[in-house]
């Protein structure tokens, strides 16, 4: 039985740098009752810039809360509910402009949000689209992704690097060492841009730890991706505990003992 929906908004020009990592670095950020998913036997992180547009909460709109950017490193794995494996994300970093997102991502889903200053800049010069998106932390530098691709869109080829990337509809964020929070999001399948040329300019470091620098800092990517996006809903969460089954969030907050 499906979750009600908490969330539903249009995700669009999802901007993707990936990149191999070691995966002894993401275990420690692994969620209970899920394993690494792999591509090709590689693990990968995906820094991602996008844009959030006619958000809407429990079906309401919240005044300057419906269109924003959100910038995040997230990381793909998989958990097995005893009848399918489920493919999904994990994230390392979240990062949007607005505290109240933050705050309530954070309480609703164990989230790993936080805030910066934030822009961005879409536009369509001589039949090129431009997208960049910017973010600044508290007495750090800018950062930015920015890809110039092609305006023609493309479907994912099945099989292909684009479609791991892209086809996880599942997210996973643990709540203690023998609770893990599941969420499904669901969207159309998506078509992708041809990139030309891309650039990423990161405090890797500060942004999302040591461990990241030799795998992403003056890395070329393993792949970049520009998506255009669609509309999507995220449903409620539901706990995963070691009995292997899942229990409903609905009618009960959840308990955060990882802080």
């Known amino acids: 039985m499906k979750q009600k929906v908490f969330l539903s908004a249009t995700w669009e020009y999802l901007a993707m740098m990936n990149y191999v990592v070691d995966p002894e670095i993401l275990k420690p950020y692994l969620p209970p009752y899920t394993e690494l998913d792999l591509f090709e036997e590689k693990a990968l992180v995906s820094i991602v810039g996008f844009l959030f547009n006619n958000t809407k909460v429990m079906g309401v709109q919240w005044p300057w ?16 509910d005893g009848q399918q494996w489920k493919r999904g994300a994990a994230f390392i970093s979240e990062i949007v402009a607005k505290p109240m997102i933050a705050t309530t991502a954070n309480l609703m889903y164990n989230e ?10 879409i536009r369509t010069v001589n039949n090129k689209l431009l997208v960049e998106y910017n973010w600044k932390k508290k007495k750090q530098s800018w950062n930015s992704i920015e ?35 599941e969420y499904a999001v669901e969207h159309p399948r998506w078509q992708v841009y041809p990139v030309n040329n891309y650039l990423l300019k990161c405090d890797v470091a500060h942004l999302y730890g040591a461990a990241f620098v030799p795998f992403i800092k003056d890395v070329k990517p393993h792949s970049v991706f520009l998506a255009k996006g669609s509309d999507i809903v995220v449903r409620k969460p539901v706990k995963i505990r070691e009995e292997k089954f899942a229990v409903s969030t609905q009618e009960q907050p959840l308990e955060n003992n990882n802080k």
């Open 65 to 80: 809360h419906t269109n924003f950017d959100e910038v995040n490193l997230r990381y793909y794995v998989k958990h097995f």
């Open 147 to 181: 890809i110039q691709a092609a305006t023609e869109l493309l479907d994912i080829l099945p099989g292909s690097e684009a479609e791991f990337i892209l086809e996880h509809y599942y997210g996973y964020n643990g709540l203690n060492k023998n609770t893990t929070i």
């Open 112 to 121: 790993h949000y936080s805030t910066a200053k934030m822009f961005h800049n």
